[in-house]
């Protein structure tokens, strides 16, 4: 079993930064890829942002590309995946969470809140 954390939201006005973190524990050999996705007021679909693979290949979504910056951190018996927001709009307000990507998702987290304001 793999259990993730999501943690770095937040209130922040446009144009301002966060950086979320994603600690993911268990059975973290058979994590590859991990991507953050996201889940936007009044929308039943999350979509995935950015991700990256055990070996750093990444992926971003259009809307963040130039301003998100995904990362990860492999350790013994843990994995912690990073993304550092700047440049923040309004319209990337959304609960953010982090899951398998490329692979069956495991059981989401709670997720982390973050509200860009204008």
Do not use: H
């Not at 079993?1 to 973190?21: K, N």
């Not at 007021?41 to 999350?46: A, S, W």
């Not at 319209?91 to 495991?106: F, L």
């Amino acid at each position: 079993q793999v259990q993730l954390v999501e943690s770095g939201g937040g209130l922040v006005q446009a144009g301002g930064s966060l950086r979320l973190s994603c600690a993911a524990s268990g059975s973290i050999s058979r994590i590859n890829g991990i991507g953050w996705y996201r889940q936007a007021p009044g929308e039943q679909l999350r979509a995935l942002v950015a991700g990256i693979t055990s070996s750093g290949t990444t992926y971003y979504a259009d809307s963040v590309k130039g301003r998100f910056t995904i990362s990860r951190d492999n350790a013994k018996n843990t994995v912690t995946v990073y993304l550092q927001m700047n440049s923040l709009k309004v319209e990337d307000t959304a609960v953010y969470y982090c899951n398998k990507w490329g692979a069956t998702y495991v059981d989401w987290g709670q997720g982390t809140q973050v509200t860009v304001s204008s």
